[in-house]
């Protein structure tokens, strides 16, 4: 039995390869730095999607289709009071609970959008300022800034939110990928693949991380701790949020997209470069102790260490970061779904018992 079901291959896909060793992801056949170097939310969307809710789809066409969804999905904004006390990610759960399920083309372009409106709208609810509804106009990325801050984003914001957009789109079967196929193959619907996806993208395992990344650079808050206080974390038996992860042995590709991402903003003066700087330098810390402490498992950076940065410059909460994951990895999820259904069959496994049985007469 593998625990963690680690290494057991449990579907085959056509979306994404993750190769570990190499610290390599490649998407329908696109490496990684490839698609970030000129990539919009929509350009991935359309690669991922295509074939697969229609016969061809293409970025131009999704961005006025998902305009449209947008414009759509603001109806079911609601500032009910239980929504106020949630976390923004459970709060967009919620939401989402709320929309018709299906497995239609309309289905998939509603959940496409709904994250996208949803989560700024209760950002913006839970700060006591009235939601701001969507443009259909502008590509869903600098909607999405604009939704949440009430202004247009500049130019290097957009680049910077898609090029995370882009970088978190799809990668391999994760925990939350797993959960949409599992669901996909019984026949509920993407709204329930997609409801499943989130819940299980939201522990601090999977995309939980980067907001308790922030936690951790807070704490340290001067580079001259960095040591002291890597090493009583690790002294008390925690681990360091934003490294090690399942399949790379290396470091995670993702990271350094993101860290290049960034620096549009910097050069602009539109992110503290202080804090980078500090980052960096627990970074280069928590990786000579891990390796020290663990020589037996190469531990290195993941995704959620520079996704940590990048949304915090981006000016979103640490609280909605999951949020913002979902929100770029519902079209891996609906991909996976819809891969699921036109390939797939009922997903089912089976167990060891491992319990008593009935002692025999
Ligand atoms: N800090 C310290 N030690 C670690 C870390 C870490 N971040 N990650 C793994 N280890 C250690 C474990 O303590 C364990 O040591 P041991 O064998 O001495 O007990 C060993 O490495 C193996 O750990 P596992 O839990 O078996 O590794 P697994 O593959 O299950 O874990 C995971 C992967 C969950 C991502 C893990 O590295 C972790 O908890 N990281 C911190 C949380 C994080 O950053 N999550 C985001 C992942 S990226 C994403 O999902 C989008």
Redesign the pocket.
Known sequence: MKN?LEDVIAAETRLSDVDGPAGRLIIRGVSLDDLVADGTYESVAALLLDGLLEAHVNAEGLKERLGAARAEIYAYVVADATLLALPPVDAMRALIARLPDGEDFETAFRLLAAPAVFLPAVLRIQRGEAPVPPTASISQAADILRMMTGRLPSVEQTAALDAYLVTISDHGL?ASTFASRVIASTHAGLTSSVLAAISALKG????G?PGPVLDMLDAIGAESHAKTWLAAA?DRGE????????IYRVRDPRADALKNALKPLVATGQVDRSRITLAEAIEKAALAM?KER?PD?P?DV???FYTALLLESLGFPREAFTGVFAIGRTVGWIAHAREQLLEGRLIRPKSVYVGPFPIAA
Request: hydrophobic residues 40%.
């Open positions: 963690g994760n601090p395992l999977h995309g991380a690790l681990r360091l949020m934003g490294f090690g992860h399942r891990l663990k498992r531990l993941n995704v959620e």
